[in-house]
């Protein structure tokens, strides 16, 4: 096109030439506008081409094997990054006015927060609401030491204490320590009822009639899903994503880490590797593994003693969607949805079982794979060493501001990153159906399908509604009577909406 046009240009100007006897101002100043408009003709092109090899725009890897990427459109790589379309809806955690601060000033709730650290999280947020519900004062629980991770940290290492403290004084009253003159009395010890409703608590306030100190010795799972008070939701909400703000050291380097992947390729991945020992170990998930590693697997299993669980069939997992994607697994979904080889993808993940036996099945795949690691210097490292609840933060920021999250099983830090990222504005969150994907990775690994156009149909189709898109939150699903189903429904902290997230009502409702 641009030829085309200089072409006609340059015929227009040598007829002119022939109509008339040319000054020599009239020719340096065509002379001069020839020059001008190829200058500007030049510019014009190379933009086009900087803007094609700017390192933050998505762009296709040619293969050359048989396992080439389908083409896709301009559109269609804008769409491997953009969220979802929100229909205006925002995030709303203000109290209505009908709300009252708990004032239970000579009454306390010590509670022992178990699990790691988004098990810790979800349940210490719960607990800021028991605690207004029984109108009592929340000492600040103390951290799970026992778990698989032996993580020797307390409150303020992890969590910004005074931040927690302040940020809550309108909702409840929070203390560092009991006092000392309570620390030998007689307290309550409770196992409050798994996913209790309000009538529960309100009934558990007859213990003050003779304690004054209530010891909560789990807080996991101690809160209803649904069904209660608006203010006691949007009090959980402020809790969760406003409260539990991670402490300094954990906020700062999360910040930098996020920049540095930022400024190396603009976009990434935050890919929640769930393939480390104790997860493998825990869903009786071998696929994949050696004779040896399955029965390493078996052994840690019968020897923990909290699993209930000891005797696993592991095809029966698999089939079922219970396991974690393998490596290899994710490296074809990631390719199928259209993603790049060159994309940016932070592993956000503790030890890969197997090392790099199992890892390089993801990164013949895709080789830009990057860690804390290999983001952070040593001495930036150094202090969160053996900490896993603290290295686990890092990751969790990291994963909240990513482009696009993907979680390889749906354990606690998924469905809290993902409920986070819905808070946020729904950012991009592709949740891979790994039941739906069984079928589709034993075509691949017999040779019946092969990694192509087809395959990427298959497993786009699948997803189109699976990354992140509003909707009211899943209830129990049919069928399924009695206190099994408060365990069937969706996790509030998975998705917030719709206490916790509004629209005008001239918006499209979403259901």
């Known amino acids: 096109m ?19 006897k040319l000054t020599p101002s ?48 301009v559109h269609d790589k804008q769409q491997l990054w953009d969220s ?9 955690v203000e109290r209505t006015t009908k709300y009252k601060a708990a004032k239970g000033f ?24 028991v605690a207004h519900m029984m109108n009592a004062t929340l000492v600040i629980p103390q951290l799970d030491k026992r778990s ?32 000392k003159n309570l620390e030998g009395i007689p307290r309550a010890r409770k196992h409050f009822t798994s996913w209790a409703g309000f009538g529960y608590y309100t009934d558990m306030t007859r213990l003050w009639s003779d304690y004054q100190v209530i010891h909560v010795a789990k807080s996991d799972s101690r809160l209803a899903n649904n069904d209660l008070p608006l203010d006691i939701q949007r009090l959980r909400c402020r809790a969760m994503y406003q409260a539990l703000r991670f402490s300094p050291p954990i906020e700062n380097l999360g910040k930098r880490l996020v920049d540095r992947l930022r400024s190396q390729g603009g976009r990434y991945i935050a890919l929640h590797l769930r393939y480390e020992k104790d997860m493998l170990s825990f869903t009786g998930c071998s696929y994949g593994l050696t004779d040896a590693e399955s029965e390493e697997l078996r052994i840690l299993r019968e020897n923990t003693n909290y699993w209930k669980v000891k005797a696993i069939n592991s095809t029966e997992q698999r089939i079922g969607g219970f396991c974690p994607l393998t490596p290899k697994e994710v490296g074809i979904f990631l390719h199928a949805l259209g993603y790049p080889p060159s994309t940016p993808i932070y592993i956000a993940a503790g030890e890969i079982y197997g090392g790099n036996t199992h890892l390089s099945e993801l990164s013949s795949r895709f080789p830009n794979l ?22 686990a933060a890092l990751d969790y920021i990291i994963c909240v501001e990513s482009d696009v999250f993907v979680p390889s099983y749906s354990g606690n830090m998924a469905r809290a990153v993902e409920g986070h990222r819905r808070f946020l504005g729904h950012r991009k969150t592709i949740n891979p159906d790994r039941k739906g994907l069984v079928g589709i990775f034993d075509m691949v690994e017999t040779g019946v399908l092969e990694e192509g156009k087809e395959l990427s149909q298959m497993v786009q189709r699948m997803h189109k509604n699976r990354q992140g898109a509003p909707r009211k939150r899943h209830g129990s699903p049919p069928g399924v009577k009695g206190r099994a189903r408060f365990k069937t429904e969706e996790s509030f902290y998975e998705n917030p909406y719709p206490e916790c997230i509004c629209g005008s009502k001239s918006k499209l409702e979403i259901t």
């Open 2 to 20: 641009v030829s085309r046009g200089s072409y006609g240009s340059g015929g227009l100007l040598t007829g002119r030439f022939h109509a008339r």
């Open 26 to 73: 009239v020719i340096t100043f065509y002379t001069i506008f020839i020059f001008a408009f190829s200058i500007i003709v030049f510019l014009f092109y190379v933009r086009n081409i900087s803007l094609d090899q700017d390192p933050r725009r998505p762009f296709i890897y040619r293969q050359s094997n048989s396992q080439q990427l389908p083409e896709l459109h």
């Open 84 to 92: 979802p379309f929100n229909h205006g809806l925002h995030q709303c």
């Open 106 to 129: 000579n009454r306390y709730l010590t509670v022992r927060s178990n699990g790691g650290l988004n098990q810790m999280r979800t349940g210490i947020s719960d607990m800021v609401a």
């Open 148 to 179: 698989f991770w032996k993580d020797s940290s307390v409150f303020s290492d992890i969590f910004d204490e005074l931040h927690f403290i302040q940020s809550l004084k309108g909702d409840i009253r929070i203390v560092s320590e009991l006092p």
């Open 370 to 391: 990057i860690f804390k690691e290999s983001l952070a210097t040593s001495e930036e490292l150094k202090d969160f060493t053996n900490h896993a609840s603290q290295t």
